[in-house]
């Protein structure tokens, strides 16, 4: 049996008994991610008392995937240079452990190790790493009210649905949307963190190592201020190293009992775009980028869902930033390819400044996001459908997700992802024109 079947040895090895449930992020009931009721997101632990005054628990997910690439022939930023995987095949462990003693004390560890294979042309390239995603210590008062944690851990404060801008420590495309199933994205960063809750009231405090993708910065710091009631907002000031003060506030209501409205705002001194190679097709140089997201879910009475969300993002390209990249990266790559480049350095910088700047997350201004997720069936099927537009140059992603559970511990998804798009449109890019992906996740 070759690699490739590995994410298929699960669907055959368990008892037949059904059910699965999710979880949400952290405690604000408006903060659940869509993709929560993704059977893979199961009860994080399983509780195993040792002692009167002390309590162990574990979460150990193993899970494994195959995905195959429909692969742009001729993509316009690559002169020949860069391979694209057709095929992709991933193991992973997933370890979440945490203790508990006399009531107040509190560790948590997750570890994540994980073997890749990617098919380039033809060639199989292999590799394994593992990480730390969290690892903490906590206290907290006898009443409850205090909260002190010191360690590597990822606070979650957006309540998107696709677009989660105000996690401000790193606010890009920290919901699994392209790719739930990497861990990665989970990773933490090392903080001494403190919160303070009274009533519907809470506020905390992060200092931060920092590990900015945009700015060379030794630490960052968070306030945040929270109420949590029928409605729920917070703010939050970010300061980073040598900037000033960046703002975000989010907002959550329901509106009845079918619909539920939220809304984030963001506001940095500086541009969240990682540093490229050449950077004078960048005109926007000001003092003031802001985002916004406003979206709401409707709910009908037999479980089926339908969610739209618009998403403003004033740190993306604009139109004339757009075409100055494009055209220049095109360009630069059509010239090496043909042998014809009269200054290969600036030529090849160019074309692989578009391909690192199309790694960034959200390029543009404008997008709106539509989903539909079905009621779960009796016999655990669901099936989820959604769309990111670009509005600004009409490309668009397409996701179909068929989801199963088969017993508490086993569960699997079949997905396929369409790019759609001219040749110079942001999902028109991808190097893949579409890809399907079969996953297999076993709980223990």
């Known amino acids: ?95 979440e452990l945490e203790s508990q003693w006399q009531s107040q004390w509190k560790t948590r560890a997750r570890i994540y190790q994980r073997y890749l294979q990617e098919n380039l042309s033809g060639k199989n390239q292999d590799s394994s790493d593992s990480h730390l995603l969290e690892g903490l210590v906590q206290w907290q008062s006898d009443n409850r009210d205090l909260v002190i944690e010191a360690g590597r851990s990822k606070p979650q404060w957006s309540n998107g649905y696709s677009y989660d801008i105000a996690n401000m420590l790193q606010p890009q495309r920290t919901l699994p949307y392209i790719d739930q199933d990497n861990a990665l994205q989970s990773k933490g960063w090392d903080m001494i963190s403190g919160q303070y809750f009274s009533g519907p009231w809470s506020f905390a405090t992060y200092l931060v190592a920092s590990d900015s993708r945009y700015l060379d910065a030794d630490t960052e710091a968070v306030l945040r201020l929270g109420y949590q009631q029928d409605d729920a907002f917070s703010l939050l000031l970010h300061k980073i190293d040598g900037q000033d003060l960046s703002f975000g506030a989010t907002y959550s209501s329901l509106l009845s009992d079918a619909i539920t409205f939220r809304a984030e705002w963001t506001r940095h001194s500086y541009r969240q775009i990682e540093p490229l190679q050449v950077n004078s097709w960048q005109t926007k140089d000001k003092s003031n980028y802001q985002r916004f997201v406003v979206g709401s879910t409707y709910t009908a009475d037999t479980g089926w869902s339908l969610t739209g969300e618009y998403f403003y993002n004033g740190h993306g390209a604009g139109e004339k930033e757009w075409q100055n990249l494009t055209d220049d990266a095109k360009a630069s790559a059509e010239r090496i390819k043909q042998n014809q480049s009269s200054d290969p350095a600036t030529d090849y910088n160019n074309a692989f400044a578009g391909l690192a700047f199309m790694g960034q997350g959200w390029l543009r201004e404008r997008y709106l996001s539509v989903m539909f997720m079905s009621a779960e069936s009796d016999n655990l099927w669901q099936l989820r459908l959604s769309s990111q537009i670009s509005l600004d140059d009409d490309s668009q992603l397409h996701r179909f997700e068929l989801l199963k559970s088969f017993t508490d511990n086993l569960s699997a998804r079949l997905q396929w992802q369409v790019f759609n798009g001219c040749e110079l449109c942001e999902y028109g890019l991808n190097p893949s024109k579409n890809n399907i992906r079969l996953t297999a996740s076993y709980l223990f």
């Open 1 to 95: 049996m070759t690699l490739k079947l590995w994410p298929l040895l699960a669907l055959f090895s368990s008892p037949v008994t059904f059910g699965f449930t999710g979880n949400s992020l952290g405690e604000d009931p408006f903060a659940d991610d869509p993709f929560a009721a993704d059977p893979f997101n199961n009860d994080p632990f399983v509780n195993e008392p040792v002692a009167e005054n002390s309590v162990h628990q574990s979460r150990i997910e193993l899970k494994s995937y195959y995905q195959d690439n429909k692969l742009r022939n001729s993509h316009p930023f690559n002169p020949g240079e860069v391979k694209f995987a057709d095929g992709i095949t991933q193991v992973s462990l997933d370890v």
